[in-house]
């Protein structure tokens, strides 16, 4: 069943000043980029000196959710600098919790999460802007010869999670910038915990991957291999 529009914003503004709250409650004066703020206002939900600071999606996916698919969830991440540090991906659907600390592994609900070596179906996900770029889109041509599979976005976060288990064997997306840093709310956690599984980013022609606005391409080793 779809919900309607209106009843699905109130939703993410509401569930992102719960976690705004709860963040600031529990750290003290940190920065927080959140996406519903940042689209309304253009600027950070809160801002404040200091390394440490939050990305927050509310509500990632918020077209599934309009639509009644379950390709939907929360994203919140601890970042320090240029990086996330800690990353949590709630999937309401079906209460899998995806959790990951830099240099401590990812986990979901509760279970140690490491990637298999390589995915069995050879699906990619596929951001909007990626099939839009040239560098992107030539790279994605030559996968389809490879009888790879193309399925939309829908939910950065949850995809990335998707990576972390190996039911997915790629992601592309184009990332933009919002205020100086990368639009990340929806990446940020999901990319800490596909990483922290064994699922490695690297940018479209084969070097590493660092913040920054720009192509982004994650998956498992014959992925990398075949894209490169």
Not at 72 to 101: K, N
Request: hydrophobic residues 45%; glycine residues 12%.
């Amino acid at each position: 069943m779809s919900a309607e529009p209106s009843r699905v914003a109130e939703v993410e503004r509401r569930l992102e000043s719960e976690i705004v709250a709860l963040i600031l409650r529990h750290f003290g004066p940190v920065t927080v980029l959140a996406e519903e703020h940042y689209a309304l206002h253009g600027d950070y939900a809160h801002k404040a000196s200091g390394d440490l600071w939050f990305a927050v999606d509310p509500l990632d996916g918020s077209k599934s959710y309009k639509a009644g698919r379950d390709t939907y969830a929360v994203s919140v991440a601890a970042c320090r600098g240029t990086e996330p540090v800690f990353g949590v991906v709630y999937r309401p659907s079906s209460g899998a919790l995806y959790v990951a600390e830099k240099g401590g592994g990812a986990s979901v609900s509760g279970r140690p999460l490491t990637a298999p070596i390589e995915a069995e179906r050879r699906l990619i996900a596929v951001g909007n802007g990626a099939v839009l770029s040239p560098q992107s889109n030539f790279a994605l041509e030559n996968l389809l010869l490879l009888s790879y599979e193309l399925e939309h976005m829908a939910c950065t976060s949850l995809k990335l999670c998707f990576l972390a288990e190996g039911t997915r064997a790629g992601f592309i997306k184009l990332l933009g910038s919002a205020g100086g840093l990368p639009r990340v709310w929806g990446l940020a956690a999901g990319q800490l915990i596909s990483t922290e599984a064994g699922v490695k980013p690297a940018r479209l022609d084969g070097g590493s991957w660092h913040w920054g606005a720009g192509a982004i391409a994650v998956g498992d080793q014959r992925f990398h291999e075949e894209l490169f």
